[in-house]
């Protein structure tokens, strides 16, 4: 059975765009229609855009038409000042070219995920760190006038703690405050073990439903919510059946040598390999992740550096991250 | 100056209803028109109802016409569990009062306050710890249908760390989810140091604008709502000024038997008074609070009685709180 | 290669005896000389008893002689206070048949792990729970002199945070108390799924060296201490090689049908298994973990079903759990 | 009665030293022999040493003899990380004028607290962050043999918590690891409001018995410990009766004109103003305490200042708080 189609039917949802095309890639053996891949180095981080420009590519990889920006940066997990200050750069650079933000803009963060659980924790950590500033905006004093934009910022927490969809509460803050642009953040599941967090995820097309450590049921995005949603994602964990499935795959591929063995794969019942991991997971499913011993102070470190991110990004005169964390908690 | 101005000056809420009534009843030296008073006694606990019941009543107390009930009890402090399951009792039996819930009405909880700021923290610890049922409501098994009634929760956070008006921010969830009532929790000042952490106000008023540890700027209540709205205050802090004013009448009693000091006294500037007390809390001014040591501890226990509480007097079904507690967190 | 050498070579540690047994009964498809076991049943919970009673049992097992207690209880996840304090009274049970305590000891209860990794923090969570009374003894009221025991409590930390050796800072404390018994708490690996947070492992050897989700490097035991150690553990974790293995294992019974195969797989470069696991975990290694989602509630819920009942087993004037509450933060 | 015996009465001790200072040379109107002081500026900061120099000084003081240095920057508490970096440069330098560390000296860093009451958690909160490497000391790379010191971490907690005196657990561990200097960092109790989280106290005379936040029982000294001890603290609250006591003195100021009344105030028996205070501050007494509403947002900060500085005093080759950071938390 091809990779793709077990891991739906695992519920193993390939959140970032660059992994998805890649499996997809792999078993057609050729490019994907209405899907472009763009590689580029800066500093000592790899950024690879994913751009789906059609229904067909839409299709193929479960993902809505539009633009996914992935920042690898193995050395985000060095706990180095200067090294997460040029990451927050990279992270606004990227995040400035989807924004096309006009001076009046106002943005509003959310931070979706629980605070209860660590390893989904990464948005409401971010909103805690983020300069607000919309109540402040028609006090500011002189000086800060022309940079200060109107940014505010809530985590809605999740559905088992509030009892209410997430993005009914979003909506009806939106409603109320009518921002520019959502800025949406949340915790990935990647199937890379490498990416954990190392890597950022920026894509102009919001948070599409199932996605995300916390499984978000309902899209937040611009047609839910009636503004443009960017959603800046970080993969935190791994689903547990990926690791399954990774090593039956290699186990395999030792074999390949065997013509007999060969014919006795092929001819493995398609489900087995599926019935054979659900069982290796019982009883928690889909619950059950795989995250580093040290996650807690990868999710501090790395909200953070989103933050501060952030805070360049939306506020044109805060040039250095110093100035942007004057204003974080 | 009288006490109630002096406080108003110098922005010491009375947020406690029993509270009020004591000073203005010394000052005045008798009843007040529109204001009526009960107490009884129930097990350790006191109990206090204060009702305001005309225009005349709101102006003299400053505080909305309805019902006040206040819990005192001194043993709320002692970490037993029977003393808090015995509390929760309490608490679920005045709320059903002011309550009369339907068998399908909806709540939603509103935990106030700042998570980052343990004595403001009592709101949002409360919404980690109560039973929401929303969700589940639909689905819930055949034996809990006549039970579980609609509970929804949100801790929409503060001004400071939103941008955002806490009132909008609730307001727009109440108009995507309807509830028939909601309850708010909110940390309270109190003028009196025993009542920290061994007190519970349950209002029908909701929260007034000004009042709370967070000053909410803008009032919770039926009218901003469009649905009653029941507030339950516990005092977490003592402002700094009531301290400092203390003092100084206590000083003042001592030298009663003098005609030249008395006169002295009655003589001193009425601002004066003010003056010193707001000298004395410079810089931090009404941002500087007195409370226990062990607040971070008291407020852990207080949420955990009050959740159990809400548990109870929300679902019919849940007869002892030890039911409660299947559900908490 | 053999289960249990394989796991070896990749450093997963069995701490659970029960599992090390049945992996090593599997393998040997005999009962192993010098260790015994004993099953019973107690209202939901299963106790399995290992005791290992000669040197060539130690030798088999990897674990030191002494007796290996473990409680199964699946229903410890369910959020009811109910069967938590049911659990609490088993382990009471448990943990005094081992203890034999005369009326005057006095026991050093020992938090270990690291409180800033989730699912290493339960040791440290427990003494946030634990009625401690080593200060208050001397002066404790009358009606308790009788049943308060002395009873301190540390949490030391983990190397990378301190520097310094666990076992160093424990034994410096234990010369200057001089306990009659400690009582050291661990978060530990399993092999299983369905253990996570729903077992509880009673031994009176001590913490072994390797042991724990964090892999203590000095053991824990009357040899360092001078003094008897009963460790107490909770599997938090699994590492994630287990689950690589077992998806390969049940991989290959697919095939059992096919000699071919069989052959194939006999003929495997023993090393080969290790190296494809080793392969898929890179660059984490053992630091990758498996742990459910909400890994954050089960470990507060589970380290309060500790402390409750140490405080009844240490404590005998403390009847119920409600009472044991009465001291606990 | 004077203000010092006042305080002494009410057992509100004057942890920094030139408080004590001033509140003496207020009542001599004159020079205290045996004390020194000196005063100086460096940037935005101004730098006060008392040095306590005969039997006839300590007596006076009730400290002992030795050196105390205060740093008081009221922009500590501005949100921004250059000023937070300029403290921590600032706190190395005055740090290593005390310390005359030789190249293989190492330090053990001590944090006394309470992680679970805010307002005391100052110390524990800085060994969160403290760089440690005794563990690696040995095996460090090339280039960092010259710059790395052996520098180790505990956090013994409080005697509430654990039983056992916090004197007991460092001597213990202090026993072990032998370390050649241990630097103590404690929340400071102020008379001041101004100096809340926007001073720090440096004193080479280790920790008194009574001092903190947390009133240390046994003091933590060369006596006790047998090694140099040097104090880093920091005011967290001022006790209430200093704010009672302040309105008393300042309603008094307003009367000076009055001889009648300044008769009557000379008449009044010594004991009622304690009375009063004490009286104003019943139930909780001591442990009832004022600081700032945002006390758990200083305290992250200040804690995080500290740390750095200890990194750029304690590690030569840590030239730039960046670096610091490298290996914080």
């Not at 793709?4 to 890649?22: R, T």
């Not at 919510?225 to 990926?242: E, F, L, S």
């Not at 398609?270 to 997971?281: F, W």
Request: hydrophobic residues 40%; negative net charge; charged residues 20%.
């Amino acid at each position: 059975m091809e990779r793709s189609h077990l891991y739906k039917n695992l519920g193993i949802q390939l959140d970032m765009a660059v992994e998805a095309h890649d499996v997809l890639q792999q078993e057609r053996q050729s490019n994907i229609a209405g899907v472009e891949m763009y590689k580029n180095k800066v500093g000592h981080s790899d950024i690879t855009t994913v751009k789906i420009t059609s229904p067909e590519g839409e299709e193929a990889m479960g993902k809505p038409m539009g633009n996914y920006v992935t920042i690898d940066a193995p050395h985000m997990k060095v706990n180095n000042r200067d090294i997460h200050q040029e990451l927050s750069g990279l992270l606004a650079q990227e995040l400035s070219k989807l924004l096309h933000l006009g001076p009046d803009d106002s943005v509003l963060v959310v931070g979706l995920g629980n605070w209860h659980a660590t390893p989904d924790a990464l948005g409401p950590k971010v909103v805690n760190h983020t300069m607000v500033t919309r109540h402040l905006h028609k006090f500011a004093p002189e000086e800060l006038q022309g940079g200060l934009r109107s940014v505010s910022a809530i985590a809605p927490g999740v559905l088992g703690l509030t009892g209410i969809e997430t993005a009914e509460i979003i909506k009806g803050v939106v409603e109320k405050i009518n921002p520019t642009v959502i800025i949406a953040i949340d915790a990935l599941a990647t199937r890379s073990v490498e990416r954990m967090a190392t890597s950022l995820q920026i894509a102009d097309t919001g948070i599409t439903p199932g996605s995300g450590v916390g499984n978000r049921r309902v899209g937040i995005n611009k047609e839910t919510m009636g503004v443009p949603v960017i959603a800046i994602g970080v993969p935190t964990v791994v689903h547990a059946g990926v690791i399954a499935h990774e090593a039956i795959e290699m186990l395999l591929q030792q074999f390949h040598t065997s013509p007999s063995l060969y014919r006795l794969y092929k001819g493995l019942n398609p489900d087995s390999m599926q019935q054979i991991i659900e069982d290796v997971l019982e009883p928690f499913g889909r619950d059950l992740i795989m995250t580093p011993k040290e996650i807690d102070i990868l999710i501090e470190n790395t909200s953070r550096i989103i933050a501060t991110g952030l805070a360049q990004a939306l506020h044109p005169s805060i040039s250095s991250s110093s100035e942007g964390l004057q204003y974080l908690q």
